[in-house]
């Protein structure tokens, strides 16, 4: 949420420089240690702050390649991974602003905070009011499954089965007027994080809400994330993890500020990113028992929203959209199942064999193979007909660390090599 809403409430980079033989020691050492196995090194990550750079951006969803970025100042669309961003208006209205965006196949659907939820089919070319039945219109959180849409509101929850077209008040157990501003899916449950009312939880045919764990009951939610079987509630006194379904709650603040705000969450893989008001953003890859700041470059440090897309972190601030790579943090990004690829020689001089270790993304695949240095910055790239065994001249980079990643239509896997 915005900092205006909050006004309404009151309220090792590693780098390895060797001039002498004798510093191979050294080399082969930092060598074993990395264990060339799946990115477990922590890296500082360089933001870059887009060509949005300005605005409260309160949210993202991404539909295709398309990464839509909601703000006090309406919508905006990138369609080239951020590098360039336009405004998309057309029929939108938005009092104070876009607070939640949620996607499904071309469909894109806005809630706002004043005039209820929009629709767009066009990509966010135009946009349509869908507000029949829904009585409250200050909307700060959406969440879709399948046929039936979420809105949290000033005035709870209410639901659409009809593509947004009406509306449903599903409010039975919870307390009068209550304001959602968090929604999440997982499974048949619904969770809802509210202000100053903890978290509430239903499923997705019900209408019969419950308060979950008691020790939180009494907190102001603001995001939530789900990551398998586990949960995340960041509040404003950090982050909250369930691995129950949200019948008990543990507090995970390990290398968190002190009463951190956390606007909001997004998780990749094992990997769990954690927006602060104020802070900037923290990492973990534990499940919440410890947690790394990751702001190199980033300047500002008011995090509303974040999104992943590939490889990709954004982040939405008070004041526009910055950008970095989850290879900058040390982060393997798997879409099916875990995989790894051998890379050797390693130390290499002159040129590298990359192999995979991962029966399904071994044979004939064609593969798009990229070379990054730690800033996430690529630095070369090709394309191979299949992923089996492959040779890279690598005799023009300079010596230090460097991260491939193999791209098929399976998925991506990624791993590290040290340059002589």
């Not at 336009?86 to 209205?93: C, K, S, V, Y």
């Not at 990004?333 to 029966?359: F, H, K, L, Q």
């Not at 399904?360 to 798009?368: C, T």
């Not at 193999?406 to 990624?414: L, M």
Request: hydrophobic share 40%; charged share 10%; aromatic share 10%.
């Amino acid at each position: 949420m915005g900092f205006f809403v909050l006004l309404r409430k009151h309220s090792i980079f590693v780098m390895i420089n060797y001039i002498e033989m004798k510093t191979k020691i050294l080399l082969l050492t930092a060598t074993l240690a990395l264990n060339f196995s799946l990115l477990t090194l922590n890296c500082n990550a360089q933001w870059q702050q887009t060509s949005l750079n300005s605005g409260y951006i309160n949210c993202f969803t991404i539909s295709g390649n398309n990464i839509f970025a909601g703000s006090n100042n309406g919508m905006y669309l990138s369609s080239n991974n951020g590098n360039s961003w336009m405004a998309i208006n057309t029929g939108l209205l938005y009092e104070y602003g876009v607070m939640a965006l949620v996607s499904k196949a071309d469909t894109v659907f806005a809630g706002t905070w004043g005039t209820g939820v929009y629709k767009s089919t066009t990509n966010g070319s135009s946009w349509t009011a869908v507000n029949t039945g829904l009585s409250n219109v200050d909307v700060w959180s959406l969440a879709i499954s399948g046929d039936t849409i979420f809105a949290g509101t000033s005035g709870g929850v209410f639901l659409s089965f009809h593509n947004g077209s009406s509306w449903v008040a599903a409010n039975h157990g919870l307390p009068s007027s209550i304001e959602v501003d968090a929604l999440a899916l997982k499974d048949t449950s619904v969770f809802a994080g509210t202000w100053g009312k903890g978290v509430y939880l239903t499923s997705h045919n019900e209408n019969n809400w419950t308060a979950s764990d008691s020790c939180i009951t009494r907190d102001t939610v603001i995001s939530l994330a789900v990551n398998d079987s586990n949960i995340f509630a960041g509040m404003w006194g950090g982050v909250f993890f369930s691995q129950n379904n949200g019948n008990s709650w543990t507090k995970v603040n390990n290398g968190l500020p002190t009463n951190a705000i956390i606007a909001s969450l997004a998780i990749k893989g094992d990997t769990i990113l954690a927006g602060t008001k104020g802070s900037g953003v923290f990492i973990s890859t534990n499940n919440g028992s410890s947690w790394t700041a990751g702001n190199w470059g980033l300047g500002n440090l008011y995090i509303l929203s974040l999104a992943i897309n590939g490889n990709d972190i954004y982040a939405g601030t008070y004041g526009g959209v910055w950008k970095t790579s989850l290879v900058g943090f040390g982060i393997k990004d798997i879409n099916n199942n875990e995989s790894d690829i051998a890379i050797y020689p390693n130390p290499a001089t002159n040129n590298i064999i990359i192999e995979s270790s991962y029966a399904s993304l071994r044979g004939s695949q064609q593969a798009a193979i990229e070379i990054l240095n730690i800033q996430g910055q690529l630095i070369k790239s090709l394309s191979v007909n299949n992923i089996n065994k492959t040779s890279i001249d690598v005799s023009s980079l300079q010596s230090g660390l460097y991260v491939v990643e193999a791209k098929t239509g399976n998925g991506v896997i990624v791993n590290k090599f040290i340059k002589e």
